[in-house]
Structure formats: structure tokens, C-alpha cells
């Protein structure tokens, strides 16, 4: 008998954090739901962007540590009237290939999110700065953004983080 084979997403949504993104908005007098249904079709606007997190590879045999990343890739979307949602993309295991959800840096989560909805509702806002620049080299083949087309350093772009808010 053919064993199953197990698939894991290559992104996915984290609606635990909508509540730290609530109280940030609603410094602003911004009131925004996290809307369940991602829909690239339904939306009234997206943004591809990155964050950070840290990475843990789930195969059992693989001797791997983990890894974290500042260029994890992102999708925002808006809908009508008032909601909102991320995608986040995951990246494989550089020693067994498998795919890994992230542990979100959730400063950075909610940072990007706010300073995208914000922008969008025509509020000025002033872009942030991060510091400990990584150089090291993003590696697209692990990275399931680039794949999907939804990463801000695919196709050999060289980009340093406040170009990308
Ligand atoms: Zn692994
Ligand atoms: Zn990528």
C-alpha cells in the first residue's frame, strides 16, 4: 500500500496576531476585521512586502537547527468596506527540503501591517527603520513567495528593507 503522502501548505494566514494589529489601527481611529477568505479576486487592494521570523524544520530525522529570516515574504490584502488579511509565505528546509510555517517576529508583523492600512486609508505615516541589515543572500528556491510570485527579492533583486514598506 502506497503511503500517504503529506502535504504542507506553502503559506498561511496568522489571525492570532490580528488583536496586537487592532490596538495599533485603532491608535490611528482605524477599525479593521481580519477577514478569514483570502481572495485575490475580491480584494480592493494588495501589497507584496516581507517580515521577519524564525523557522523550524518539522521532519523528525532532520538534524537542521532552524533558521531565521528577514526577508520573509508577504501578501496584504484589503477588502471592502473594512478588512483585511496576510498571507505568509512559507520556506523549505535547506537540508531536507520540507516546508516550515514560521514563528513570526510579531513587531515586525504588526509594523508592516499597520504602516500598509494606514497608507492606504491616506494617513501619513513615517516608514520605520530596521537595524542588523542581513546580507546574506536570499535563496529563492527555498523560498515558496518567490515561487508564487509574491516575493519582494525575486529575480536577483537586491533591495534594503525601508525601500520595501
Ligand atoms: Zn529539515
Ligand atoms: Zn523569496
Redesign the pocket.
Known sequence: MPQKKKTYPSWSMFPEHHDSVSDELAKSGLLFSFNEDDDEDSCSQDYDTNIMGRFRCHRGNCKTQGWSSK?I?ITIRRYHPASYNVRV?HQRCKSCNSLSRPDLDVQSYVDRITYRLKKWNGLQVETPVYFGESNAP?E?DL?E??KMGH????GGRVVTFPDYW
Do not use: F, K, L
Not at 516575493?151 to 525575486?154: A, G, L, P, V
Open positions: 526577508r515574504a509565505y536570499h529563492e523560498c513567495g518567490c516575493c519582494t527579492q525575486s
